[in-house]
């Protein structure tokens, strides 16, 4: 998709992130293969960069190629990130082995702890996900 598709009538207040990449086009692909993203907005420059705006069930994100002429760096450019993605879903088990199964390196496996079942890899582009959802209350906590 290369129109964006909401209008300004009725724009509600949202916080989106916006994840420096490197090699935009394959980290489109990535999170489509891993969290089942669709593409809301796509502007692929003459210079192979990529601005894209995802949505994984309804919640959107942004990314780009990396402009360090803008400050704008990737993980891989800086040696890690300053912020975790907390991906909330209904299944996050299913989600984490898929992630994995496209190239996600596992930080910590599935548990059940503080109250959610949660599990964190990292991505091919250096940014790391948490992947999980609340517990019911009656769920013991280890």
């Known amino acids: 998709m290369t129109q964006f598709s909401e209008t300004t009538d009725?724009?509600?207040?949202t916080i989106a992130p916006?994840?420096?990449?490197?090699?935009?086009?394959?980290?489109?692909?990535?999170?489509?293969?891993?969290?089942?993203?669709?593409?809301?907005?796509?502007?692929?420059?003459?210079?192979?960069?990529?601005?894209?705006?995802?949505?994984?069930?309804?919640?959107?994100?942004?990314?780009?190629?990396?402009?360090?002429?803008?400050?704008?760096?990737?993980?891989?450019?800086?040696?890690?990130?300053?912020v975790r993605i907390i991906l909330t879903v209904e299944d996050p088990d299913a989600v984490f082995k898929r992630a994995v199964a496209v190239g996600a390196t596992i930080v910590w496996n599935m548990t059940n702890e503080y109250g959610w079942r949660i599990g964190r890899v990292v991505d091919p582009f250096g940014h790391h996900w948490e992947i999980g959802k609340p517990l019911p209350e009656d769920?013991?906590?280890n």
């Open 18 to 82: 916006m994840l420096s990449v490197r090699n935009g086009a394959k980290a489109v692909d990535f999170y489509k293969a891993a969290f089942d993203a669709t593409e809301l907005f796509r502007l692929d420059a003459d210079d192979g960069t990529v601005v894209a705006q995802l949505s994984v069930d309804g919640a959107a994100f942004w990314l780009a190629d990396e402009s360090p002429e803008h400050k704008n760096f990737s993980p891989e450019s800086v040696g890690g990130g300053t």
């Open 10 to 13: 009725n724009q509600k207040t």
């Open 139 to 141: 769920t013991t906590l």
